[in-house]
């Protein structure tokens, strides 16, 4: 062949392997599907029922009602049986990977020599060694396989026998798995045939040795294999273990006859016609069929024995006693246990037939109703998808919601009518052009590539943002929780964006946020981005605070189960900011496709995010984006850690920028205004001028004015409360007075108002100076008043909520190095941590890296005074240094390693 890429010729010894190989194979194939049509044929699988049930009574038949001579052809019988049933393991061996579940013989990554050896040995299905077990049980019922093993003997040995083959009669009933495999072949022997019927009746070709025109659904296959082993289990498991936990009564009226005989004959006092009388006793009550009394010399001195009763008796059925109690008397008793061995055959084929009918009823009523209401319904909807893919314009969709079989309310149904519907929609929106895109994309299993482009490698900085307490929130909100998320959200993306990053990810309660490094940057550039990053992360936080209002502004009832389970309740985030490489690309399908970061680096930003619980801090930095800081932002960090996660990393630095959520963030602005165009002087009593919530400053305590309190208390109680000066939100207060919105103990117009308006009697007897109105000695002009502002209350609540149900304005001015300094929401984020308190946690961070750990320690007890306990690394690392007795671990190399608990 001229056309022949030389490149590519195989050589003639190759090919010929190759073919040789193929040949087999296509072989194998062939033999076993030979095999395996040999096994469901009709004939043979009728053959192997009747052998089971023969299995399952041919023991206890013989021995009800069976003479002794029949007993070898019971036994060739049950021979033949053992030997078919273990060529029937054989063959489905064969013909059915997943029956013998061999495993890989090949050592896979990561395993050890032990672990592999465990997965090798490891093999066989469950009904593979149901099977085994079952026909392993017949040897129990062939004397020249276990011999004498089951037979009876005398005293203990007899009753352990006794047991010992209740026990294997229990443990046979395993046989009936196979009656069970059996019925459930030709139940779907019979649904290929009726398919194949009703296609052929539908006018299309069946091929009648095709076994896949009926396919089960997976769910289906799935809820049938795990109901049936389950109720299988659960009726063997009770079957095997009652008769062990049941106490079994052994009879031992022969073995004590055969004593008190032994003790008459022993005793010089008793005569012979006394002794004579015991045995005949013995013989006509207790079934003996032999005594024999012999002296030392051997000579017989009694001797009574049925021999013909003795050779009609089974072996099994004979029980041997012999007493000698060293006197040169012997006794030799033998008793005839048929009729007990009888009784014993009849009630253990009753108990075969009641678990027949207990375990067709048990799989029966766990599968029935699953089979009806799901497995049946999602098989007629996969057919009615696989239609749908066939002709998307052809299917008549109103005629396909109201299918039968379908019970009304039930979610299968509601599924239906779903798609029901959207194949409707799609036939409107797609329109005979989109049909074949419609079949296409159904019958395709994966999809295509089109949309996904070329992924690329890119450096960025990630910043990984968790909602605190979101679980709890979700709970309390319900559906309200979407405005709570993208509220948040909004707030965080704008800020993002104003400092040159990108949202990526949206996680419910997390956000992943890239600012990403391009190749054309210069290191001032870099170096400017991770800044903006880092104060990014601030502003997220300050406005957080600011727009706490806006955020919860739900509905009275959302409001009241959140205020019950956090009653000072404020929005929190968990951050971290982490650099590193990724992989960009695009995941997903042409229905739905997501631009994405997959690298270690951002885990290692959510790292750094849920290490904020740990360490106490709002925000965590790692080593590497602490390095690409300028060092104006680098001068307001501090390390708080250095630690290695696990042996495939190198150790890594933690560090943070310190931040305090305590702060009123609206009256440090207004703060910052007055003091840029400071109000005339006025002469009024000195007020407190804190601006921190729980601060060390007085107020000490935070008054969480929930959104309409005072509206609502109105309502409810029908008291006015004093609004003059008032501003409602619980950031909102009257110049000069505290952040709850209530007066510092001034006189207003003559009148007293007490802080906070706490004691309800002062609330009842208050009086408003602005408007004259005292809740005491009420006149009609009084009552006019009330209502008057009752109306200023109920205007004021409503523009209130008008104003809060419109998007915050955030306005943040862009980033230079000298906002670290002149930005005073920023500066005031991180006043508990002045230069004094970084210099001197500078030298407790070294000493312990270092490993001068009580050095360390002492240096972190004095930041965490100085904080007045609040600092969080502080207690952290102190708890660190006290779990290990106060001095660093034995080798320690400066890092915390997590990999070995350290």
């Given at each position: 062949?001229?056309?022949?890429?030389?490149?590519?010729?195989?050589?003639?010894?190759?090919q010929?392997?190759?073919?040789?190989?193929?040949?087999?194979?296509?072989q194998?194939v062939v033999?076993?599907?030979?095999?395996?049509?040999?096994?469901?044929n009709?004939?043979?699988?009728t053959f192997?029922?009747?052998?089971?049930?023969?299995?399952?009574?041919?023991?206890?038949i013989?021995?009800s009602?069976?003479?002794?001579?029949?007993?070898?052809?019971?036994?060739?019988?049950?021979?033949?049986?053992?030997?078919?049933?273990?060529?029937?393991?054989?063959?489905?061996?064969f013909?059915?990977?997943?029956?013998?579940?061999?495993?890989?013989?090949?050592?896979?990554?990561?395993?050890s020599?032990?672990?592999?050896?465990?997965?090798?040995?490891?093999?066989?299905?469950?009904?593979?060694?149901?099977d085994?077990?079952?026909?392993?049980?017949?040897?129990f019922?062939?004397?020249?396989?276990?011999?004498?093993?089951?037979?009876?003997g005398?005293?203990?040995?007899?009753?352990?026998a006794?047991?010992?083959?209740?026990?294997?009669?229990?443990?046979?009933?395993?046989?009936l798995v196979?009656?069970?495999?059996?019925?459930?072949?030709?139940?779907?022997?019979?649904?290929?045939?009726l398919?194949?019927?009703?296609r052929r009746?539908?006018?299309?070709?069946?091929?009648?040795d095709?076994?896949?025109?009926?396919?089960?659904?997976?769910?289906?296959?799935?809820?049938?294999?795990i109901?049936?082993?389950?109720v299988?289990?659960?009726?063997?498991?009770m079957?095997?273990?009652?008769?062990?936990?049941?106490?079994?009564?052994?009879?031992?009226?022969?073995?004590?006859?055969?004593h008190i005989i032994?003790?008459?004959?022993?005793?010089?006092?008793?005569s012979?016609d006394?002794?004579?009388?015991?045995?005949?006793?013995?013989?006509?009550?207790?079934?003996m069929?032999?005594?024999?009394?012999?002296?030392?010399?051997?000579?017989?001195?009694?001797?009574?024995?049925?021999?013909?009763?003795y050779?009609?008796?089974r072996?099994?059925?004979?029980?041997?006693?012999?007493?000698?109690n060293?006197s040169?008397i012997?006794?030799?008793?033998?008793s005839?246990?048929?009729?007990l061995?009888?009784?014993s055959a009849?009630?253990?084929?009753?108990t075969?037939?009641?678990?027949?009918?207990?375990?067709?009823?048990?799989?029966?009523?766990?599968?029935?109703?699953v089979?009806?209401?799901?497995i049946?319904?999602?098989?007629?909807?996969?057919?009615?998808?696989?239609?749908?893919?066939?002709?998307?314009?052809?299917?008549?969709?109103d005629?396909?919601?109201?299918?039968e079989?379908?019970?009304?309310g039930?979610?299968?149904?509601?599924?239906?009518?779903?798609?029901?519907?959207?194949?409707?929609?799609?036939?409107?929106?797609?329109g005979?052009?989109?049909?074949?895109?419609?079949?296409k994309?159904l019958?395709?299993?994966?999809?295509?590539g089109?949309?996904?482009g070329?992924?690329?490698?890119?450096?960025?900085?990630f910043?990984?943002?968790?909602?605190?307490?979101?679980?709890?929130?979700?709970?309390?909100?319900?559906?309200?929780?979407?405005?709570?998320?993208?509220?948040?959200?909004?707030?965080?993306?704008?800020?993002?964006v104003?400092?040159?990053?990108?949202?990526?990810?949206?996680?419910?309660?997390?956000?992943?946020?890239?600012?990403?490094?391009e190749?054309k940057?210069?290191?001032?550039?870099?170096?400017?981005?991770?800044d903006?990053?880092?104060?990014?992360?601030?502003?997220?936080?300050?406005?957080?605070c600011?727009?706490?209002?806006?955020?919860?502004?739900?509905?009275?009832?959302?409001?009241d189960?959140l205020?019950?389970?956090?009653?000072?309740y404020?929005?929190?985030?968990?951050?971290?900011?982490?650099?590193?490489?990724?992989?960009?690309?695009?995941?997903?399908?042409?229905?739905?496709?997501?631009?994405?970061?997959?690298?270690?680096?951002?885990?290692?930003?959510?790292?750094?995010?849920?290490?904020?619980?740990t360490?106490?801090?709002?925000?965590?930095?790692?080593?590497?984006?602490y390095?690409?800081?300028?060092?104006?932002?680098?001068?307001?960090?501090r390390?708080?850690?250095?630690?290695?996660?696990?042996?495939?990393?190198?150790?890594?630095?933690?560090?943070c920028?310190?931040?305090?959520?305590?702060?009123?963030?609206?009256?440090?602005?207004?703060a910052?205004?007055?003091?840029?165009?400071?109000p005339?002087?006025?002469?009024?009593?000195?007020?407190?001028?804190?601006?921190?919530?729980?601060?060390?400053?007085?107020?000490?305590?935070?008054?969480?004015?929930?959104?309409?309190?005072?509206?609502?208390?109105?309502?409810?109680?029908?008291?006015?409360?004093?609004?003059?000066?008032q501003?409602?939100?619980s950031?909102?207060?009257?110049?000069?007075?505290?952040?709850?919105?209530?007066?510092?103990?001034?006189?207003?117009g003559g009148?007293?108002?007490r802080?906070?308006?706490?004691?309800?009697?002062?609330s009842?007897e208050?009086?408003?100076?602005?408007?004259?109105?005292?809740?005491?000695?009420r006149?009609?002009?009084?009552?006019?008043?009330?209502?008057?502002?009752?109306?200023q209350?109920?205007?004021?609540?409503?523009?209130?909520?008008?104003?809060?149900?419109?998007?915050?304005?955030?306005e943040?001015?862009p980033?230079?190095?000298?906002?670290?300094?002149d930005?005073?929401?920023?500066?005031?984020?991180?006043?508990?941590?002045?230069?004094?308190?970084?210099?001197?946690?500078?030298?407790?961070?070294?000493?312990?890296?270092?490993g001068?750990w009580?050095?360390?320690r002492?240096?972190?007890?004095?930041?965490?005074?100085m904080s007045?306990?609040?600092d969080?690394p502080?207690?952290?690392?102190?708890?660190v240094?006290?779990?290990?007795?106060?001095?660093a671990?034995?080798?320690?190399?400066?890092?915390?390693?997590?990999?070995?608990?350290?």
């Amino acid at each position: 062949n001229n056309n022949t890429n030389p490149s590519k010729v195989i050589p003639m010894g190759l090919q010929r392997s190759n073919s040789i190989s193929q040949m087999e194979t296509d072989q194998m194939v062939v033999l076993k599907k030979k095999v395996d049509k040999f096994l469901n044929n009709n004939y043979v699988v009728t053959f192997m029922m009747i052998l089971t049930f023969w299995a399952l009574f041919s023991n206890d038949i013989r021995v009800s009602a069976a003479p002794k001579e029949a007993d070898e052809g019971f036994v060739a019988v049950v021979t033949i049986a053992f030997i078919l049933f273990v060529i029937e393991i054989a063959l489905t061996s064969f013909v059915d990977p997943e029956y013998i579940a061999l495993p890989d013989w090949e050592a896979q990554p990561g395993e050890s020599t032990l672990e592999t050896w465990m997965r090798r040995l490891t093999f066989g299905g469950f009904y593979f060694w149901l099977d085994w077990l079952a026909t392993f049980t017949l040897l129990f019922e062939i004397p020249w396989a276990l011999g004498d093993a089951v037979s009876g003997g005398s005293g203990v040995q007899s009753a352990k026998a006794v047991r010992l083959v209740r026990l294997v009669r229990m443990v046979r009933l395993v046989r009936l798995v196979k009656l069970y495999k059996y019925a459930q072949q030709a139940k779907e022997l019979q649904k290929k045939r009726l398919a194949k019927e009703e296609r052929r009746k539908a006018g299309e070709k069946v091929d009648d040795d095709n076994d896949l025109i009926v396919e089960e659904s997976h769910v289906g296959a799935a809820m049938a294999d795990i109901t049936n082993k389950r109720v299988l289990i659960l009726i063997l498991v009770m079957l095997i273990i009652v008769p062990v936990l049941t106490v079994s009564e052994t009879d031992f009226a022969g073995k004590d006859a055969c004593h008190i005989i032994h003790l008459m004959a022993s005793d010089p006092n008793v005569s012979a016609d006394g002794l004579d009388r015991a045995v005949k006793f013995a013989f006509a009550h207790i079934n003996m069929i032999g005594v024999i009394i012999t002296d030392s010399v051997g000579d017989h001195s009694y001797n009574e024995f049925e021999q013909h009763h003795y050779d009609e008796a089974r072996s099994t059925d004979i029980s041997k006693y012999i007493f000698d109690n060293g006197s040169n008397i012997v006794t030799k008793c033998w008793s005839d246990g048929a009729d007990l061995n009888v009784e014993s055959a009849n009630f253990s084929i009753g108990t075969t037939i009641f678990v027949m009918f207990l375990l067709i009823i048990g799989t029966w009523a766990f599968s029935t109703d699953v089979e009806e209401l799901v497995i049946e319904p999602i098989e007629k909807m996969v057919s009615l998808v696989k239609k749908i893919s066939d002709n998307p314009l052809g299917v008549n969709y109103d005629a396909m919601a109201k299918m039968e079989g379908f019970a009304a309310g039930m979610e299968t149904t509601i599924l239906l009518a779903t798609i029901a519907k959207l194949g409707g929609l799609m036939k409107v929106g797609f329109g005979a052009a989109g049909a074949d895109v419609i079949g296409k994309n159904l019958k395709t299993d994966a999809g295509g590539g089109a949309y996904f482009g070329s992924p690329i490698r890119i450096t960025s900085i990630f910043g990984f943002c968790d909602v605190r307490q979101f679980t709890d929130t979700t709970e309390c909100l319900q559906e309200e929780v979407m405005l709570f998320v993208n509220r948040i959200a909004f707030i965080l993306h704008t800020i993002v964006v104003h400092y040159h990053g990108a949202a990526n990810k949206n996680i419910g309660d997390a956000f992943l946020l890239t600012w990403k490094l391009e190749e054309k940057y210069s290191p001032t550039e870099c170096s400017k981005l991770a800044d903006e990053a880092l104060i990014a992360f601030c502003h997220m936080h300050i406005q957080l605070c600011k727009y706490n209002d806006h955020i919860l502004n739900f509905s009275e009832a959302g409001l009241d189960r959140l205020y019950k389970r956090f009653p000072t309740y404020r929005v929190k985030l968990g951050t971290g900011l982490h650099v590193g490489w990724a992989i960009e690309g695009a995941i997903g399908s042409e229905r739905k496709i997501d631009a994405t970061y997959l690298s270690p680096h951002v885990n290692m930003s959510e790292f750094l995010e849920s290490s904020t619980k740990t360490y106490g801090v709002s925000l965590l930095l790692s080593e590497p984006f602490y390095k690409l800081l300028s060092p104006a932002a680098k001068k307001y960090v501090r390390q708080v850690d250095r630690l290695r996660r696990n042996e495939k990393e190198e150790p890594l630095g933690i560090y943070c920028y310190d931040i305090d959520l305590t702060v009123d963030f609206a009256e440090v602005l207004a703060a910052a205004k007055r003091a840029a165009n400071p109000p005339p002087p006025v002469e009024s009593k000195p007020v407190g001028t804190s601006i921190r919530r729980g601060s060390v400053q007085v107020p000490t305590h935070v008054a969480i004015n929930r959104p309409g309190d005072k509206l609502k208390s109105v309502k409810e109680h029908g008291k006015i409360p004093n609004v003059t000066g008032q501003q409602h939100g619980s950031n909102s207060r009257a110049a000069g007075g505290n952040k709850d919105g209530s007066a510092n103990n001034r006189n207003i117009g003559g009148s007293t108002t007490r802080k906070g308006g706490n004691n309800p009697n002062d609330s009842e007897e208050r009086i408003n100076a602005s408007a004259g109105v005292s809740t005491r000695g009420r006149t009609q002009s009084n009552v006019d008043n009330d209502a008057l502002l009752l109306q200023q209350l109920q205007d004021m609540e409503a523009a209130r909520k008008k104003k809060l149900a419109e998007k915050p304005v955030i306005e943040i001015k862009p980033y230079t190095e000298l906002s670290w300094v002149d930005d005073v929401e920023v500066v005031e984020l991180r006043h508990n941590v002045n230069d004094k308190f970084r210099g001197i946690w500078a030298d407790g961070i070294t000493a312990y890296i270092n490993g001068d750990w009580p050095k360390a320690r002492d240096i972190f007890q004095e930041t965490l005074t100085m904080s007045n306990g609040k600092d969080g690394p502080s207690k952290f690392l102190i708890s660190v240094i006290d779990e290990s007795q106060g001095k660093a671990p034995e080798g320690w190399q400066g890092y915390r390693d997590e990999s070995e608990g350290h």
